[in-house]
């Protein structure tokens, strides 16, 4: 007897934007590697619009582009669902429309507006939690990256712990690696940074120490990558308040498309992450799998994404920071060994190995 034929609804709305952040991505990249995988059901992809980017669509698979000029997912999509239902939807990225009653799987990426709500706005958070709250309650089922952030959920929304999955995230491998080419962007060498330039982020710690490490070190630059955040003119207060020297070493290059941010990523002498909260942490696996050392903060998910392979630091000390990127820089046997280590850590994490335990959660749930 032949396996029944399912319905799996993706909103795909997220991974059809062109400029994308983490649960961008992460959408972008699930679905494309759920449609390379699923070859039995059908999959049926809803979108405000085309893609920019190719989807290599399987046979199996087709669009559905509802247009709607605003609450899309409340409106447009609820309409779609309640007239054509799928045996199932995935939702990538937090927000299950209120009124559908479609059986459901939901990824949470982390509850940061719990944590920092100053860097939201009102109406923000009060989406935010109203959302995720009945996204938890709506869904069968709530994917989670880390144990971290299933942790963090279940604080928030104690009533969806049975429902929660950890599936960790992957990253391309095939953009992120240690042989990929690419010229140097800057002759000097240079610590890194890329991710909205925010209070959230601590940016501004990494400034301190880096103010501190250019008295020892005459010959280091800092990039600090990513469009501007809530509090980001904290940030140009602290690159002010430097001596005029080390302003100068400085560079603020803005967005960077993913060419660049590789290219950056892989000349680096250390990839710097002093983030207060992340949900999975994509910069610092993404830093690893290059081949670049790793140091960031002992917060959220940080040192369980990690491992053995970063120096983990409190996100306090601008000192110890500095400390950090001197040993690395100095000695080099300690930068190797951090190298070795990030490329076996990062390994592990797929979409391959992503979207076929999120195929598993989803089917389930169908049947």
């Not at 032949?2 to 059809?16: H, M, T």
């Not at 709250?133 to 942790?151: C, F, G, M, N």
């Not at 080419?181 to 002759?187: F, Y």
């Not at 308040?241 to 950056?264: C, F, M, N, S, T």
């Amino acid at each position: 007897m032949s396996e029944r034929q399912l319905v799996i609804g993706i909103d795909a709305s997220r991974a059809v934007k062109q400029n994308r952040t983490g649960p961008e991505q992460y959408a972008f990249e699930i679905i494309q590697e759920i449609l390379r995988q699923e070859k039995t059901h059908q999959l049926k992809l809803y979108a405000p619009h085309p893609p920019k980017d190719p989807f290599h669509l399987n046979p199996h698979a087709e669009w559905c582009f509802i247009k709607q000029r605003r609450l899309w997912s409340q409106v447009g999509l609820a309409r779609e669902l309640a007239k054509n239902p799928p045996s199932v939807l995935f939702e990538p990225s937090h927000v299950i429309p209120f009124a559908s009653r479609v059986a459901a799987v939901v990824t949470i990426h982390d509850t940061a507006y719990k944590y920092f709500p100053d860097s939201y706005s009102y109406a923000q958070r009060n989406y935010l939690n109203f959302s995720t709250a009945v996204s938890i309650r709506r869904a069968q089922r709530v994917i989670v990256p880390t144990e971290a952030t299933k942790r963090d959920v279940i604080k928030e929304y104690p009533d969806g712990a049975k429902k929660i999955v950890v599936i960790p995230h992957g990253i391309n491998h095939d953009t992120f690696n240690p042989d990929v080419e690419g010229e140097r962007p800057i002759k000097d060498p240079y610590i890194f940074y890329t991710g909205r330039i925010e209070e959230k982020k601590n940016t501004k710690l990494l400034v301190e120490a880096f103010g501190l490490l250019a008295k020892e070190n005459k010959g280091i630059r800092l990039v600090l990558a990513g469009s501007n955040g809530f509090g980001f003119e904290k940030v140009q207060q602290a690159i002010k308040a430097q001596p005029k020297a080390v302003q100068e070493l400085i560079l603020q290059p803005g967005y960077l498309p993913r060419y660049d941010q590789v290219r950056y990523l892989k000349h680096a002498s250390v990839f710097a992450f002093p983030s207060f909260y992340e949900g999975f942490g994509f910069a610092a696996v993404e830093a690893m799998a290059v081949g670049t050392p790793v140091v960031c903060s002992n917060t959220s998910c940080l040192p369980e994404v990690v491992g053995e392979a970063a120096i983990v630091l409190p996100p306090t000390n601008p000192l110890s920071w500095a400390a950090a990127f001197s040993r690395i820089l100095n000695q080099p046997k300690i930068g190797e060994d951090m190298r070795r280590k990030g490329l076996k850590q990062a390994a592990q994490y797929t979409w391959q190995k992503a979207a076929q335990q999120t195929l598993d959660v989803i089917l389930n749930v169908a049947k």
